[in-house]
């Protein structure tokens, strides 16, 4: 694998035996090979993930019961080796401890049971406390931690406020985002002040996951992108900036990943937001990716997903031109969104087999 490209890591200083590969790679210390996760790694491609939907039918008891959120995030741990181990749980876990009662149903998606547009509605919502909300969450990171001992990272994850907001506006998954648009430029300060409440909540989850065991924790701005730049400026942006500037001065060595779907037209003002790590998904060629965030960010991401629907071969090649891409060092290979329902497990293992015996 070529070490040459442009962007890459100069004089990568000595690694750290003792920490995850991940955490190494991070920070920009030399690594024989990127680390590996891929995003949705638990869930419903693998068989044993499927076991446990039958007999727990409901998403928020799998997602919040100690026991199936340890077992769940495992499955993948057992049979790839993965080299970061996500915690299984949803962005809108948070929410009900906001006082916004939700659920996932099967085949639908996320339900916001009473979407919010009006002000006394935003007044409504409460600051997140964690400890009260999710200890499940905790525990659960806490014993991952034990259960993974170092020999990969346990990453945590929150929704960004947009997307969050975007959930709770709509009331679920959307395809025009019309109603937070309508939200956004006709009574900006309604959405101003949600958008606000989640970022302090979120600020404190990630402090949260991090005090009890995450090693790195992954912020999921799915749909910031729906936005154009000028309107991710004023209703993204500066959130994000706020909950990494806070977790920064609490937690200066905790790595933060942002990832934001089809974020190709807004690389240059997401690298603003002083996130560590920044995931791509498959729109942005890698090469192009990694020169327009500099060499001081790291990169991770953008494989599609698809590919892992084609031969082994195709698999292999994508990986390889990915990695060469990306250069040596600050690279962490992942998928460019998350794995697809229906996606063969065997193809998963085989993407994992090539990325852990990659060397550069
Ligand atoms: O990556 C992992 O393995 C960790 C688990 C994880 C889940 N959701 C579990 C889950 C993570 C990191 C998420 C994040 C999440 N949730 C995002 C951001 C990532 C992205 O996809 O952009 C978003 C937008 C959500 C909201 C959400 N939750 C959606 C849109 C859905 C899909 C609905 C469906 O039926 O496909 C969910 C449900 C959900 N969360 C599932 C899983 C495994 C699927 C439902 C199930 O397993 O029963």
């Known amino acids: 694998i070529s070490c040459s490209l442009p962007g890459a890591v100069a004089e990568p200083k000595a690694t750290n035996a003792t920490e995850p590969l991940l955490l190494n790679a991070v920070r920009g210390l030399d690594v024989e090979r990127p680390p590996v996760w891929l995003m949705r790694q638990a869930g419903r491609y693998m068989k044993s993930y499927q076991v446990i939907c039958e007999k727990y039918p409901s998403f928020r008891e799998r997602s919040e019961n100690v026991d199936l959120v340890v077992e769940i995030s495992l499955q993948p ?13 949803d962005i809108l876990t948070p929410l009900s401890g906001m006082n916004i009662p939700f659920d996932i149903v099967k085949g639908k998606g996320p ?13 409504e919502v409460r600051e997140f406390i964690p400890e009260d909300s999710v200890p499940y969450v ?3 990171l806490t014993i991952l931690r034990k259960e993974v ?31 937070i648009k309508r939200l956004a430029f006709s009574e900006p300060k309604i959405l101003h002040s949600l958008l606000q409440k989640f970022t302090t909540s979120m600020a404190r989850y990630i402090q949260y996951q991090a005090d009890n065991g995450a090693q790195a924790v992954q912020i999921f701005d799915s749909w910031a992108t729906e936005l154009s730049p000028v309107d991710f400026e004023q209703f993204s942006l500066p959130y994000l900036k706020q909950i990494i500037d806070t977790v920064k001065k609490s937690h200066p060595e905790l790595p933060l990943i942002l ?4 974020s190709g037209g807004l690389l240059e003002r997401i690298a603003l937001t002083g996130v560590d790590v920044v995931s791509l998904d498959w729109t942005v060629d890698m090469a192009d990716g990694r020169r327009r965030l500099g060499p001081n960010i790291a990169i991770q991401g953008n494989v599609d997903p698809g590919v892992l629907f084609g ?8 990986i390889n031109d990915t990695v060469r891409k990306a250069g040596r060092g600050k690279h962490i290979l992942n998928l460019g969104h998350g794995i697809v329902v229906g996606t063969p497990e065997e193809n998963v293992a085989h993407f994992f087999e090539v990325a852990k015996g990659l060397k550069y």
């Open 311 to 318: 031969s082994k071969e195709l698999i292999t090649d994508r």
């Open 138 to 140: 905790g525990e659960a």
């Open 77 to 89: 741990w057992k049979v790839f080796k993965p080299d970061g181990v996500i915690l299984f749980s």
């Open 149 to 179: 001992d170092n020999k990969a990272a346990v990453l945590g994850f929150v929704g960004a406020p947009f997307t969050l907001a975007s959930y709770v506006v709509e009331g679920g998954s959307s395809k025009h985002f019309s109603k």
């Open 259 to 262: 990832y934001a779907s089809g």
């Open 111 to 123: 339900v916001i049971f009473d979407p919010v547009h009006s002000a006394s509605q935003v007044d």
